[in-house]
């Protein structure tokens, strides 16, 4: 846990496609100014320093951006911040299997980020869902890239994607977030054939056993840490 007498209130690590545009939103709403909207990392991009020097992006003084904010939230590791205090620091996580595919329509439904090798080499090659889910960061996103050499335990609160829509007050008052219900499917929004293809997917009983195979150490990772709602 992080220690008493913080620098900032709240350290939200948003997992990609796992709610966590909604709770951003709320965070935005609550802090405004004074949040840090940190997106700059290329986490699942293996030439982004995140993954090519990890020890040399985690030198980095990452806690000097945070001057004059309260709340930081983003797709970072929260070892980036690992010499900062907080009140109190949260995840949202999700089933490993349904926020890889989420994460597969999503880049379908976008323009190529020249800036990201790996999301400009999707683009080209347009791989299938198998292909895309052997790539190791996505296979591995809990394990090996988000949560990376982290001790899960300084969170906070470790919440689960499926509570969102049934216990959304109760998530916004764990976290101190307006209770607005704000949820957006960011997915659907911009892939429009997002449920059509995702149901041919799941109603292919092989493949689906393939691609539960290839993400089982970030399904037992969210087994272990993910809590109810009424946890903590």
């Not at 080499?121 to 790539?135: L, V």
């Not at 591995?140 to 050499?149: D, V």
């Not at 307006?178 to 911009?190: K, L």
């Not at 109603?203 to 689906?208: A, G, R, T, V």
Request: proline content about 4%; some cysteine; hydrophobic content about 40%.
């Amino acid at each position: 846990m992080r220690q008493s007498n913080p620098n900032l209130d709240f350290i939200f690590v948003h997992v990609p496609k796992a709610g966590g545009a909604s709770i951003v939103d709320a965070i935005k709403k609550k802090y405004g100014a004074d949040l840090l909207l940190d997106y700059k990392d290329k986490i699942v991009d293996p030439n982004a320093l995140y993954n090519a020097d990890f020890k040399a992006f985690l030198d980095l003084d990452h806690a000097q951006n945070l001057q004059g904010k309260r709340a930081v939230a983003g797709h970072f590791s929260v070892l980036k911040y690992g010499q900062v205090q907080a009140a109190n620091c949260a995840c949202i996580l999700r089933d490993p299997l349904e926020r890889m595919m989420s994460n597969y329509f999503y880049w379908k439904g976008t323009k190529p980020n020249p800036a990201n090798r790996f999301n400009a080499q999707f683009h080209i090659e347009k791989p299938t869902i198998e292909e895309f889910a052997h790539f190791d960061l996505i296979q591995n996103f809990y394990t090996n890239c988000i949560f990376r050499s982290v001790d899960m335990g300084q969170f906070d609160y470790i919440g689960d994607f499926a509570d969102l829509v049934p216990h959304w007050d109760l998530v916004m008052a764990r976290l101190g977030l307006p209770a607005e219900r704000i949820r957006r499917n960011v997915t659907q929004d911009i892939y429009k054939d997002y449920h059509t293809e995702k149901s041919a997917i799941v109603s292919n009983e092989k493949l689906m056993g393939r691609l539960r195979t290839l993400v089982k150490d970030d399904q037992v990772f969210y087994e272990k840490w993910v809590m109810s709602v009424g946890d903590r």
